[in-house]
């Protein structure tokens, strides 16, 4: 979804994320994310240096908070790729912070994207369809909800970019009163 909005040049800072995870032969470091040891983590995390962190799947991800301020302090609508988990956390400490939960058309849909991806044992691949039941639950939580069908993501993007455009047009609190 985020390569696709860098395709279409979509003015944004784009974060990426840090994760201790291994990195997935279809992935590249400091664009799918930045890959780092779990010393490493643990230290960006003991010295603040992570807007929020969270562990999923037994490995830890996190937003680097210098990356954020730099985008927020650029003028440009900064956008972060988290789980439900770390959207929460986002908007606990940021609420002015927007969130867009981008879903699958169905569950049947995200089984079969999962699948394909090939990445997962069958009980990894499971796990991750629980977690998602749980995730679906939690749709309600956010301001938006996109719905990424299977073969449409210029759809999805154009609902974003829909959602970046009436953000933009929402009146804000200021103390230029």
Known sequence: MLSRMKERNFPLHYVVTLTTRPRRAS???N??????GQTDFENLRAENHLLES???????????????ETGLSSGKDTIVKVDVQGAKNIKKIMPQAVSVFLRPASK???AA????RKSESSV???L???AADDEFERMADFDYVV????????????????VISVERCRPRQTDDR
Do not use: C, H, M
């Open 27 to 29: 992935e590249t470091d």
């Open 31 to 36: 664009l799918d994310y930045r890959f780092v």
């Open 54 to 68: 969270a562990n999923v799947y037994g490995n830890w991800y996190g937003v680097p908070r210098d990356d954020v």
């Open 108 to 110: 049947r849909d995200l």
């Open 113 to 116: 994207r999962l699948q394909k």
């Open 124 to 126: 990894d691949l499971a």
């Open 128 to 130: 991750r369809l629980k």
């Open 147 to 162: 719905v990424n069908e299977w073969g449409q993501i210029d759809r999805a993007v154009d609902d974003i970019s829909w």
